[in-house]
C-alpha cells in the first residue's frame, strides 16, 4: 500500500493548505488543491528523508510547497516534525532542462508514495528551479 501524503499532517492543517491554495489559484477546484498538497507532500517527504540528491519539483507541484513555505508555522512544524531541523528552499532564477523534475517523481514513486504523473508530466520538460545545494539536496 502506498504511502499516504494526508498522514504527514494533521487533518485541520491539510483543510488549511487546501482552503488556502483554492482561496489562491481561482481555478483550481478542492480536487485539484487536494491533488497539488499531495503531491507536494509527498516530495517534501521524499526529500527529507529517502537521502535522495538533486531532487526538484516542477511549477505546479511547487504551488503546493510554497503554499507550506508560506505558512511559515506550519511549514517549520512540518521540518521538524519530518526532518528534524528547517529546510530552506532557495530556487534559482531560471528553471534547469536537466530531466531532474522525472527523476524526482521517480524517486517520490520509489519512496512509496503515489505519483499523480499529470502533475509532474506538465512539467518535465522545463524543469526545477530549485538549488540542490542544501544538506538534503532538495532545497
Known sequence: MARDPRAYVS????????ALLTRDHHTWDVVMAERVLG??????????????????????VD????????D???YR?????HYGQFLDHIPFIERKADGSVMRTAEA??????????????KDAS?????QSKT???CH
Open 135 to 137: 544538506q538534503s539536496g
Open 108 to 121: 517520490v514513486s520509489a519512496f512509496g508514495f503515489e505519483v499523480d504523473w499529470p502533475l509532474w508530466e
Open 63 to 70: 504551488e503546493g510547497v510554497h503554499q507550506l513555505i508560506l
Open 39 to 60: 503531491q507536494a507532500i509527498a516530495y517534501l517527504v521524499t526529500a527529507m528523508q529517502s537521502g535522495t540528491r538533486g531532487l526538484g519539483c516542477g511549477e505546479l
Open 11 to 18: 487533518p485541520e492543517v491539510w483543510e488549511r493548505e487546501v
Open 72 to 74: 511559515t508555522k506550519i
Open 77 to 81: 512544524e512540518f521540518c521538524e516534525e
Open 126 to 130: 522545463n524543469c526545477t528551479p530549485c
